[in-house]
Structure formats: C-alpha cells, structure tokens
C-alpha cells in the first residue's frame, strides 16, 4: 500500500493515506485505528482507540509496546492527527500512517461515518 511520506525529523516520518487505500487497509485490518479529534464527531468503523491528539504521549499504555507496530490516526480534516502522527513519530513509532483529509475526506469520498460513539 503506497501513501505519500511526511518527513517529521532526522530521517524519520509517517505515511499520509488516501481515503480508498485506508479503505483497502480496513479489508484486512491488522493494526489500531485510533480517532484522534477533539470534541468527538464521528468515527470510521472499526475504529479501536480514541486518544485526544494533544494526549497521545501520556497515553503510551493504551497503545502497542512494539515500536514497529502500525497505527493509523484520523481526526475530522487532518490538522489534529498530523500533529498525533508527529508525535506518535517522536516517540519511536516507525510505521505510523495518517488519514489524509480526515474524516471530511473520507466521507467526500463516498464512504460512510458513524455518528455515535461505538
């Protein structure tokens, strides 16, 4: 699966995905998919986590020990899951992808939203 590199610091970076490769993602889902937007505004189905973009790094328990794991983060249109991505980058994760456009994308796109909290 190809999605543009977003370089984040010393050679390392997080992958920026398009709605119909997350949806091709999501056939055989073998990673968290963590909704990052505050206040909540719907969510992707099957999404696992819901971690405010502003507290990823004090919620490191709830996320995989493996630093090589995959997480894909979205939030409504990119702004908070990027900053999430950075982060989660910073601290190590080197398989880190992000839903380009967010939930505005993904929808635009033609895929649905839950609007309650699952």
Not at 8 to 18: D, I, K, P
Not at 47 to 55: G, Y
Not at 72 to 96: E, F, N, Q
């Amino acid at each position: 699966m190809k999605g543009r590199k977003v370089s984040v610091e010393a050679g390392r970076s997080y992958t920026n995905v398009s709605p119909a490769a997350l949806a091709k993602l999501l056939e055989r889902k073998t990673f968290p998919l963590i909704n990052v937007h505050i206040p909540y505004a719907g969510e992707i189905a099957r999404t696992d986590l819901f971690i405010p973009f502003d507290q990823v790094e004090g919620s490191l328990r709830k996320l995989p020990v493996d630093k090589s794991a995959r997480l894909v983060v979205y939030c409504l249109s990119g702004p908070m899951s990027d900053i999430a991505a950075r982060t989660l980058v910073k601290l190590g994760y080197a398989d880190v992808w992000n839903l380009d456009g967010g939930m505005t994308a993904w929808t635009d796109a033609g895929y649905p939203l839950l609007r309650t909290r699952q």
